[in-house]
């Protein structure tokens, strides 16, 4: 049966690619009615809206003749669910605190419906203390996040975190969110969890850099596993030769530092989960031009210094601490002496200890054999495929959740 989307445009640049998400929408056999907000509707006509939906357009609280015909309450109630996108600082604001000033809050108040938003704006407003305070609010009300992502802003110069999700990565996560409703809401629904995975790439000049073998499968798994439990799930990513997982949002990085920056925006999270293998080491004043071989002379000489340590940075204590703080012990001897001391040394409740030796084919392979360590002991899991440990490790994750309270 067709999905019923109620599709609500704030007024931010990006709502022209709203317009597209009408269309991925509809492509996806969902009949889509929208409301523009009045602050919308000086980047997109309700005529362009109303064109693609195939549907009239609905702007105003007070208009006599759709309050008569469908009114606010029947339009929240109607659809399946709701998205809002993009969602805009102001939106959320109002959001949060349970405003209903116009016809697009109104509706939101209202509705008994899942809601999807998908944040734009400047990376400053969405850095801004007032606006973390009202994604925690809203997150704890149990509504759904997809993005924002980061990359360069429509104000030149500017770039950071605040770039709307695509709108195709919004109509598959709006599906799967109402496609798992019949069997309820996930047992992450309303958590947020963040992930790293793969390696990083530390540059030596503009064409070499250190990297490792880490393929990011068992991370990727790990996003996928906890989207398909109902978090909000960010997904930070090292370069990797692997498909953005469905409904979770992605920040690709290359360096350990742009990594952590990554981590630190995403922030605040119920879980986070630090799978990437990050390098140790970065080169100490890489060479702003390729390093020739005629200029160096004898083979070169690489300074190198300490990266900062995300796992242990996530994990040290305050009020920004995830409640539970997972990393990976990546070891080719000892696996286990060496993950129990990693998870006493950062600060980590679990520690997912597993052989990267070349014979386990580990990296790179599908398969794992893990070690779980916690404050109560180890256990090691029997060797599955790395779907089979993420399921199993989210699930635990949750298992845990459900038994601790914890405000993010
Ligand atoms: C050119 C321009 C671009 C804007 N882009 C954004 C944006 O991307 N995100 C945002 O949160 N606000 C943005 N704003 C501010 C909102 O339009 C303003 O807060 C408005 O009141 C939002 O109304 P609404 O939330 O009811 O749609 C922009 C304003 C202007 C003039």
Redesign the pocket.
């Known amino acids: 049966m067709a999905q019923r989307v109620l599709l609500i ?6 709502a022209y690619k709203s317009l597209d998400l009408i269309r991925r929408l509809r492509e996806r056999a969902c009949e889509v009615r929208v409301v523009l ?4 509707q ?2 997109v006509t309700p005529l362009s809206a109303g064109a693609l939906s195939n549907d009239r357009v609905f702007t105003d609280l007070f208009d006599l003749d759709d309050e008569r015909e469908i009114g606010h309450i029947r339009l929240s109630r109607d659809a399946d669910m709701v998205i809002v996108a ?7 604001a ?1 959001m949060a605190t349970g405003q209903a000033g ?1 016809l ?2 109104a509706v939101l108040l209202a509705t008994d419906k899942p809601v999807l938003v998908a ?4 990376p400053r ?1 969405w850095d801004h203390p007032a606006t973390r305070r009202n994604v925690r609010q809203l997150v704890s009300d149990g509504v759904h996040f997809i993005g924002p992502k980061a990359g360069e802003m ?1 104000e030149r110069g500017e770039a950071g975190v ?1 770039r ?1 999700a695509e709108a195709s990565d919004i109509a598959d996560a709006a599906l799967q969110l109402v496609g798992g409703r019949s069997e309820g809401p996930g047992p992450l629904a309303g958590r947020h969890v963040i992930v790293t995975s793969g390696p990083t790439h530390e540059p030596i000049d503009p064409v070499r850099y250190i990297a490792n073998r880490s393929s990011g499968k068992q991370g990727h798994a790990i996003a996928a596993a906890a989207a398909e439990l109902g978090a909000r799930v960010t997904l930070v990513s090292g370069p990797v030769a692997l498909a953005d997982p469905v409904g979770v949002d992605v920040i690709k990085v290359e360096t350990a530092a742009q990594m952590m920056e990554a981590v630190r925006s995403a922030l605040p999270a119920d879980i986070a989960i630090c799978a990437a293998a990050v390098a140790d080491w970065h080169v100490v004043e890489a060479a702003g031009q390729k390093m020739k071989k005629s200029n160096v002379g004898a083979a070169p000489t690489l300074a190198l210094a300490e990266n900062v340590d995300i796992l242990q940075t996530v994990a040290r204590r305050g009020p920004r601490r995830p409640g539970l703080v997972i990393g990976f012990a990546a070891e080719t001897e000892n696996v286990i002496e060496h993950g129990q001391r990693k998870r006493k040394d950062k600060g980590a409740d679990w520690i997912v200890a597993n052989d990267v030796s070349p014979s386990s084919g580990t990296f790179g392979g599908d398969r794992n054999t893990v070690h779980l360590i916690t404050a109560d002991g180890v256990t090691s899991w029997p060797p599955d495929s790395k779907d089979g440990v993420a399921r199993l490790l989210i699930g635990q994750a949750a298992d845990w959740l459900s038994h601790h309270r914890i405000d993010v």
Do not use: C, Q, S, V
């Open positions: 445009i704030g007024g931010g640049i990006a907000t009045r602050a919308a000086e980047f993009p969602a805009t600082a102001d939106l959320l109002k116009d697009a809050t944040p734009a704006m400047n407003m429509a605040g709307m």
